[in-house]
Each structure stands twice: as C-alpha cells, then as structure tokens.
C-alpha cells in the first residue's frame, strides 16, 4: 500500500513540473520583446576584405522576428531564427554605417542600433 502510494506521488510531482515548465513557456510566448544585446565580432572592417563583421541579438520575449537593416552594404543571415547576420561592405560603403536589428512578436516591436566602420 505504501509502495503504491509512492509511485502516485513520484508521479504527481512529474506531471506538476512539466506542467510548470509549459505555463512558463507560454508566458514566454505573450512578452513584449526585449533586446538585451546587439553585439559585433569586430567594429572597423576593410571592405571586400576577408574579415566581414558578425553581428548577434540576444533578445527575449518568444515568437520573435528579426529585421536588419543598413543603408549601404550587405547583410547576410546566419541562423534560421535570423538574430545573426554577417555584415560586409564595398568601396562606395566607406566610412560609418549604422546597423539597425529590429525585433519583433505580436506584442510589439523593439529596436537597437550597432555603428560598424568601414576602411580601405
């Protein structure tokens, strides 16, 4: 009787934890977005040079989408969540350019800017 008693409670207590770990998902899910980071391997690059800068959001809030933009040069995604891109740039991209990550769910939108110079 006991034994069985036991085994109830073990498993009581695996139903509640992962019924915890799926609410806490799910809330995830609801969260306005927010960017804790826009980082960069690498602020000053050489055009057409072999080192292009590696820019990553480390962002929250679930169900995220990510938009990069810049007005001059290349941005090329990395990873299928689209929170990496690589950046290169070509002669007429001399100087700085801003790179904008704007990060978005259906709660709302976010964004931060990142400045990468560009030399000969």
């Known amino acids: 009787m006991k034994a069985t008693t036991f085994v109830f409670a073990i498993i009581g207590l695996v139903f509640f934890n992962s019924c915890d770990k799926e609410s806490t998902n799910n809330n995830l899910q609801t969260e306005m977005p927010v960017i804790d980071s826009l980082i960069t391997n690498s602020t000053r690059i050489t055009y057409g040079g072999d080192n292009p800068a590696i820019l990553k959001c480390f962002a929250t809030g679930g169900n995220l ?21 690589q950046f290169t740039a070509s002669p007429c991209c001399i100087g700085e350019k801003i790179i904008t990550c704007n990060v978005s769910n259906d709660k709302g939108e976010v964004s931060k800017n990142i400045t990468i110079t560009i030399t000969q």
């Open 65 to 85: 989408n990510y938009i990069w933009e810049v007005d001059l040069g290349d941005l090329f995604s990395l990873n299928n969540e689209g929170s990496e891109v």
